[in-house]
Structures are given as C-alpha cells and as structure tokens.
C-alpha cells in the first residue's frame, strides 16, 4: 500500500511538473493559520513528498501558511501555490461555481483526497 502511495504521488508531482508555480523543483503547499490542523498537515505531506522524492527527482515541497481554503483557491489561481488543502464545501463552491464564487466557477484545480 505504501509504494502505491508513492508511486501515485510521483506520478501527480511530474504531472503538475510542467504547470508548477514556484519552480520545476520546489512546490508550494498552502495550508491554513498555524495554529489549526491543515497547517501541520500540510507540513506532514511536504515533508513526505521532499523525503521520497528529492534524491531521485530533485523535487521538494514547501508548506506556507494562509487564511485557509478561500485563500487557497485564489493562490492557486494566482499561480502562488502549486498545491492546496481545501475544505470540501470551498471546493464545491469554487468548482461549481455556488456561494462566494456564484457566477465565476474555478475548475483549474484537482483534488487527490479529503481530509
């Protein structure tokens, strides 16, 4: 189970390759204000992407703090992260275009898990 993870999570990492905001080798994952959950989350899945994949790949993954998911959609539109935890109520919103996004959808971005 651990080298499918792996091996799903390399795969997703050269598929953003190309389309990656911070540069070819380091990303960025926006999470939310320190003190809550998603921050050390976050902190958790940079450190596991840079251990598994800088020495073959040279690909690190930095989190950095935010204002949570509605932030993060707008940096990730913004091309200031690469990566994003997100609530899935934000994300639904966003996608379907509901709520704050009503009438302007953000569908560039993909989903790999819930939390």
């Known amino acids: 189970m651990k080298k499918l993870f792996v091996l799903v999570l ?3 990492v050269l598929l953003i390759g190309n389309n990656s905001f911070a540069d070819d080798k ?13 921050y ?17 790949y040279g690909i690190q993954a930095t989190a950095i703090n935010s204002a949570g998911s509605g932030e993060n959609i707008s940096m990730m539109k913004k091309k ?10 934000f994300a639904h919103e966003a996608y379907s275009g ?6 302007k959808p953000e569908r560039d971005f993909r989903a790999i898990t819930m939390l």
């Open 10 to 12: 390399t795969i997703f």
């Open 98 to 103: 509901e709520g704050m996004y009503a009438g």
């Open 80 to 89: 200031e992260a690469d990566l994003a935890l997100l609530q899935s109520l």
């Open 40 to 56: 050390p989350v976050g902190v958790a899945i940079g450190t596991f992407i840079s251990i598994k994949l800088k020495a073959s």
């Open 26 to 38: 380091n990303l960025i994952i926006a999470t939310a204000t320190p003190g809550g959950t998603y």
